[in-house]
Nanobody
Framework: QVHVVESGGGLVQPGGSLRLSCVAS????????MAWYRQAPGRLREMVAH???????YYPGSVKDRFTISMDDAKNTVYLQMNSLKPEDTAVYYC?????????WGQGTQVTVSS
């Protein structure tokens, strides 16, 4: 059974930084891609960063130049470095792992940006 566990969330002031981590374990399949999504209260879940196994990345305009996704293949781990955080970045952040024929989600980690 695949386990996906996020960590690193918390409370940060506007303009601050946080680094989220996500570890995937228990799968015999190769990881095709990993991504971070977020969901704020009353809003749809949205992708904020995506990285393929070959290292290609994608960011939507709302976080581009502020968020950076990276992956450690050997550790089945993906990171999300978030800089210049804004109150509108407040949400639960979820990790998604794409194995090609299946995908798994973590339980999420809360990020709150407030003074």
């Amino acid at each position: 059974q695949v386990h996906v566990v996020e960590s690193g969330g918390g409370l940060v002031q506007p303009g601050g930084s946080l680094r989220l981590s996500c570890v995937a374990s228990g799968s015999r399949s190769s990881i095709y891609a990993m991504a971070w999504y977020r969901q704020a209260p009353g809003r749809l879940r949205e992708m904020v960063a995506h990285i393929t196994a070959t290292g290609s990345t994608y960011y939507p305009g709302s976080v581009k130049d502020r968020f950076t996704i990276s992956m450690d293949d050997a550790k089945n781990t993906v990171y999300l470095q978030m800089n210049s955080l804004k109150p509108e970045d407040t949400a639960v952040y979820y990790c998604n792992v794409n194995f090609g024929r299946s995908e798994s989600w973590g339980q999420g980690t809360q990020v709150t940006v407030s003074s």
